[in-house]
């Protein structure tokens, strides 16, 4: 309104002194109409160019939570990567004490099978060597009967003498005659020698009761 009133007063001044009164009034309400169009028009262009502004500021502010935002993420990314990295790092250390226990623990058993293998031919030599052992109690009983058997007067039997068919026959099963070294021999040249002996003792006692 200052404005309108101060340009009316520049216009009063400005019109020429011929001029009459309602051309004067015609002339400052023309010039008032045009200034006030000019004024709206600047209000216009003042509302736009806030607008604009308000626009921009909207625009700038968008951007700049934008930016924050994006800043946001990268500083979470890496933080995310570093852990990612961390964890990688540790999984390949514990996949490398893995990788060394895996190798003690089948070098171990490898050594563990090996010196479970070492008992089982001594197991089995064992096993042989009792079978051996009842093998050979059990044929040194079989001669310790044979020699008490043959030792008793057992007659004959059609015409052949028990005692010694029953030595040759078990002589002849047990292999005897071919065997490089056998003890059933020296046993039984002592007991012939112990049988002739007896029988030498007997024959001497008789002729000396003749006598």
């Not at 002194?17 to 051309?23: D, G, K, M």
């Not at 009842?134 to 007067?153: I, W, Y």
Request: include cysteine; proline fraction near 2%.
């Amino acid at each position: 309104q200052e404005l309108v009133n101060s340009l009316e007063e520049k216009t009063k001044d400005q019109i020429p002194a011929h001029f009459t009164e309602n051309e004067v009034i015609s002339k400052l309400t023309e010039d008032k109409e045009h200034l006030k169009d000019q004024v709206k028009s600047l209000e216009q262009k003042v509302d736009e160019t806030e607008k604009k502004y308000e626009e921009c500021s909207r625009q700038s502010e968008d951007r700049m939570n934008q930016i924050i935002e994006t800043e946001s993420k990268m500083i979470e990314l890496k933080t995310k990567l570093q852990k990612l990295e961390e964890k990688f790092s540790d999984l390949e250390s514990e996949n490398q004490i893995f990788r060394k226990q895996a190798l003690l623990s089948s070098t171990s058993q490898r050594m563990t099978d090996k010196v479970a293998a070492i008992p089982a031919p001594v197991k089995t030599l064992n096993s042989a060597e009792t079978v051996r052992r009842s093998h050979m109690e059990r044929h040194q009983e079989s001669v310790e009967a044979l020699f008490k058997c043959v030792t008793k007067d057992l007659g004959f039997c059609e015409g052949k003498p028990v005692a010694a068919f029953t030595l040759y026959n078990c002589l002849l099963h047990w292999k005897s005659f071919e065997a490089e070294k056998t003890s059933i021999f020296d046993r039984l040249i002592q007991l012939i020698g112990s049988a002739i002996e007896v029988l030498h003792g007997i024959t001497c006692n008789i002729f000396t009761g003749s006598g």
